[in-house]
């Protein structure tokens, strides 16, 4: 990651930062951008903030666990005031695709949990169509092929093709911390994406997609020398 990318990542986790406030729930998201969050975050509870985190993923738990971020579990607090985590693509009406760090349904099981849920990122990820990065699919290891040939059924249906790969973690498949693997679509542009997120949902082997509708509420871009508030109506 270059210096001015990682400058971007910061200076949003910075204005999300803002939001949070003693005592808060906080879900607390998976990736680049959450983790400068996270950094961000410990600084201020080691300065005094009270708060405790869900993490989205066993690799943010862990960095949680190190600065020294206090942590509980969506059992023990099964409801969140605030949800700051990063996406992959941000389209209109803040509709998005997340799962490229391999922790989507941790990150919509948090995120639907909260009462808000804030995106961080740097400019390029936003787009006027969501679908140039890849749509990741989470899926049952049972059935793979027969889950695999029904996406793409779902897919024709709506106008949609392209390559559908399972995610490789070198010469292995990845696999997420639930034990599910990930296929990752290359659909290009996808215009409807309430009609694919139903329809997706609709197949028994898929776990869950990368389509996040109707949970972020506000967003923090950064690029251009500021940090952009942009919200449902932008």
């Given at each position: ?65 190190e600065l020294g971020v206090p942590l509980t579990t969506l059992d023990e607090t099964p409801a969140l005031d605030l ?152």
């Amino acid at each position: 990651m270059s210096g001015d990318m990682r400058e971007l990542k910061i200076e949003a986790a910075r204005a999300a930062l803002g939001q949070v406030t003693d005592g808060m729930r906080l879900g607390i998201g998976t990736g680049s951008t959450a983790e400068e969050f996270v950094r961000l975050l410990a600084a201020r509870v080691a300065e005094g903030l009270s708060v405790i985190g869900v993490p989205t993923s066993e690799r943010t738990a862990r960095l949680c666990e190190e600065l020294g971020v206090p942590l509980t579990t969506l059992d023990e607090t099964p409801a969140l005031d605030l949800t700051i985590d990063g996406a992959d693509e941000i389209g209109p009406g803040l509709a998005l695709i997340k799962g490229g760090g391999g922790a989507l349904l941790r990150e919509k099981i948090v995120a639907a949990a909260s009462q808000r849920m804030i995106v961080i990122a740097d400019k390029s990820k936003m787009v006027e169509t969501l679908g140039q990065f890849p749509l990741p699919i989470e899926v049952n290891v049972f059935g793979l092929r027969a889950t695999i040939l029904a996406i793409e059924s779902v897919a024709r249906e709506l106008g949609l093709s392209g390559r559908l790969a399972v995610r490789q973690d070198g010469e292995k498949p990845f696999v997420t911390d639930g034990g599910h693997l990930i296929v990752d679509a290359s659909f290009g542009r996808i215009r409807d994406p309430r009609a694919l997120a139903n329809a997706l949902h609709a197949i028994p082997g898929v776990v869950e997609h990368g389509l996040f509708l109707d949970l972020a509420d506000t967003a923090f871009i950064a690029g251009d020398g500021e940090v952009r508030t942009v919200g449902l109506s932008d």
